[in-house]
T-cell receptor, first 112, second 112 residues
């Protein structure tokens, strides 16, 4: 599976948009981009996923570049409760192997 | 009730003891997983099961065993606990599409 590269940490002001980048330069055509987050020591929480089109849900937006080698997770109006570690993962859909691999992620700190 | 329930939430045990961590889910999913998280690190896969008769080793299965008692239940055992198995353990479930994993709240295990 393709590996991902994320910054170790980022800060964001409360109320502003948080833009979290992820590089996945070796992504294959059938691999999706998934984002999860982990607040403190809770279980990770699914946020969003996409293949090549931009996606939006009630939590966030996912912007995938045309060449699919990178993506950005956008939290439009960050709150203090969005402080968490954010994981970017690439994997195939309908996988017969387990390949949802969580790396170190990006620690986002939202500041008042 | 939570979709994925892990028991116990916290456990302190002595070196050499056998311990079982339990997980149950109400999502109706076939796929279940056990992950381990050490401080400051991402999650690592211990075992996964795609149905009751299918059990697979993950990245770090040595020293662990699992039992899939039913579609909804997946238990993790440490046959002879050692201090470096001190960690946060998460159970998760997903449907066959693998869109989004649902995680439990975790079990914090300390081996002294």
């Amino acid at each position: 599976d393709a590996k991902t590269t994320q910054p170790t940490s980022m800060d964001c002001a409360e109320g502003r948009a948080a833009n979290l980048p992820c590089n996945h330069s070796t992504i294959s055509g059938n691999e999706y981009v998934y984002w999860y987050r982990q607040i403190h020591s809770q279980g990770p929480q699914y946020i969003i996923h996409g293949l090549k089109n931009n996606e939006t849900n009630e939590m966030a937006s996912l912007i995938i570049t045309e060449d699919r080698k990178s993506s950005t997770l956008i939290l439009p109006h960050a709150t203090l409760r969005d402080t968490a570690v954010y994981y970017c993962i690439v994997r195939v859909q309908f996988s017969t192997n387990n390949d949802m691999r969580f790396g170190a992620g990006t620690r986002l700190t939202v500041k008042p | 009730d939570a979709d994925v329930t892990q028991t116990p939430r916290n456990r302190i045990t002595k070196t050499g003891k056998r311990i079982m961590l339990e997980c149950s889910q109400t999502k109706g999913h076939d796929r279940m997983y056990w992950y381990r998280q050490d401080p400051g690190l991402g999650l690592r896969l211990i075992y996964y099961s795609f149905d009751v008769k299918d059990i697979n080793k993950g990245e770090i299965s040595d020293g662990y065993s699992v039992s899939r008692q039913a579609q909804a239940k997946f238990s993790l055992s440490l046959e002879s606990a050692i201090p470096n198995q001190t960690a946060l353990y998460f159970c998760a479930t997903s449907d066959d599409r693998g869109y989004g994993y649902t995680f439990g709240s975790g079990t914090r295990l300390t081996v002294v």
